[in-house]
């Protein structure tokens, strides 16, 4: 069925973008290399990611994971970054649902333990973010998380991410089904 609306964004317009380097505070966010791999499965190791992730990670599951952001930038369905600090990989965050018919995607991140408390996450939710508004052209980003999360749940407002509301029962994790915070930043939003 034909749509009534145009495009958000042009289709045609992430896949003709180089994927970018973003530098924020001493943080370099990069597109993945394929031996980033064992820092993911190293970072699967950690409780909290599998808890809040909901998933574990052997080599090949990470090879594929880390390989499969290229296919996705150049399909225009999502967009991967390592997080880097000091030359060492310490997190990930990633647009993973790009709809660029409306403009929107939600939005995934994670920091190794050791690197945590520096800011990194919100760095690089606002990195990311800025770039999705003002340069592919987003309408609307969301992040969701446990309301068992509280670090999430700083990291999202400090990044300008306003809480929306409570999605009641919305997200089944290991122990069981939890209530989840919506965020979203709206383009032209001033945080
Ligand atoms: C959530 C996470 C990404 C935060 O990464 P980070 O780089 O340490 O975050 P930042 O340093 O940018 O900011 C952390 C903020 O959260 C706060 N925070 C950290 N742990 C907290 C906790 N347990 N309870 C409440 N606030 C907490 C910090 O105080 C800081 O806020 P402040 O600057 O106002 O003091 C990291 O803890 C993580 O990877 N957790 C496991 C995976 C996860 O939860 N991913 C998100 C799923 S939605």
Not at 80 to 87: H, I, P, Q, T, Y
Not at 117 to 146: K, M, N, P, Q, Y
Not at 176 to 189: E, I, S, T
Request: charged share 25%; hydrophobic share 40%.
């Amino acid at each position: 069925m034909p749509r009534l609306t145009t495009p958000a964004i042009t289709p045609g317009t992430q896949r003709d973008l180089t994927q970018p380097v973003l530098d924020a505070d001493g943080l370099r966010l990069r597109p993945w290399h394929v031996d980033d791999a064992a820092v993911v499965v190293t970072a699967y190791e950690d409780s909290d990611i599998r808890r809040w992730h909901t998933r574990s990670m052997n080599l090949d599951e990470a090879t594929a994971w880390v390989t499969s952001w290229a296919g996705r930038w150049h399909g225009e369905t999502g967009a991967g970054w390592a997080l880097v600090r000091d030359g060492a990989v310490v997190g990930q965050i990633s647009l993973r649902s790009l709809d660029h018919g409306d403009g929107r995607s939600d939005i995934s991140y994670w920091v190794l333990p050791q690197a945590r408390g520096r800011g990194t996450a919100t760095a690089a939710l606002t990195a990311v973010s800025t770039w999705a508004f003002e340069t592919l052209g987003l309408h609307r980003i969301e992040v969701d998380h446990s309301v068992d999360n509280p670090a999430s749940c700083r990291v999202a407002t400090r990044a300008g991410f306003r809480l929306e509301g409570t999605k009641r029962g919305d997200a089944l994790h290991a122990d069981g089904w939890h209530d989840m915070h919506l965020h979203a930043r709206v383009a032209g939003d001033v945080s």
